[in-house]
């Protein structure tokens, strides 16, 4: 079975410091592995995916993650934070062709002036 | 493209009433689900369907719940009778076929469904 587990449930950090959101993910295969972000009130929107391709993946906004096998990690990063960037982050895993999404229970940015 | 499009986005309802929420996919989609979003809970996949046809419905709550897709452009999800319990936000998102890897989800706004 497959799982995902975000390491901490609230981040803050300083607008133009750096930004990680820690994931770690279980799966007895090669998952699919994703972001997405919820910010508040809104509907989810994928930030960006990895399914087996370059292991460094760029998404929207500035944001990357680096896929690493060896430590089951999918880590979400940005160099310098936005105030706009404040949301709910969620790490998500899925097995190759099957469509149904797992989950994290979601990171909360903060940005502070 | 309007993206999925959710109704209602806010519905407020007494204890044992009926409530029906619709959905309207991308057109093109293939697949779509249903979500649950609760502060205890985080996001359950409830349902989802592929070609208008229920795939997996394990996360279904209990017979209270039922959702149908009687064509490519829309589906509903209700509960009946609702409780309490059900409060949360409901999301719909719907997907392109799967092609080996799978494809981006892309969701509705949500429909915050309260039961007093």
């Known amino acids: 079975a497959q799982s995902v587990t975000q390491l901490d449930s609230h981040v803050s950090v300083s607008e133009g410091t750096p930004v990680l959101l820690r994931c770690n993910y279980s799966s ?25 391709a370059a292991t460094l993946v760029k998404g929207i906004n500035g944001f990357e993650a680096e896929f690493k096998k060896s430590e089951t990690s999918f880590h979400l990063t940005k160099p310098s934070a936005h105030m706009s960037d404040a949301a709910e982050y969620f790490c998500v895993v899925s097995l190759p062709r099957d469509n149904k999404l797992i989950f994290g229970a979601g990171t909360r940015l903060a940005v502070h002036p | 493209d309007a993206g999925v499009i959710q109704s209602p986005r806010h519905e407020v309802t007494e204890m044992g009433q009926e409530v029906t929420l619709r959905c ?10 249903w979500y649950r979003q609760t502060m205890m809970r985080g996001l359950e996949l409830l349902i989802y369907f592929n070609n208008n046809v229920p795939i997996d419905d394990s996360g279904m709550p209990e017979d209270r ?25 409901y999301f719909c998102a719907s997907s392109l076929p799967t092609s ?11 429909t915050r469904l309260t039961v007093l």
């Open chain 2, 100 to 110: 080996g890897f799978h494809n981006e989800q892309f969701f509705g706004p949500g």
């Open chain 1, 28 to 52: 007895s295969y090669s998952p699919s592995l994703f972001w997405y972000v919820q910010h508040p009130n809104k509907g989810l929107q994928l930030l960006l995916k990895y399914t087996s």
């Open chain 2, 24 to 33: 309207k996919p991308i057109s093109g989609h293939n697949s779509l689900f």
């Open chain 2, 65 to 89: 719940f039922s959702a149908k897709m009687p064509n490519a452009s829309f589906s509903t999800l209700k509960i009946q009778p609702s409780e309490p319990r059900d409060s949360a936000v």
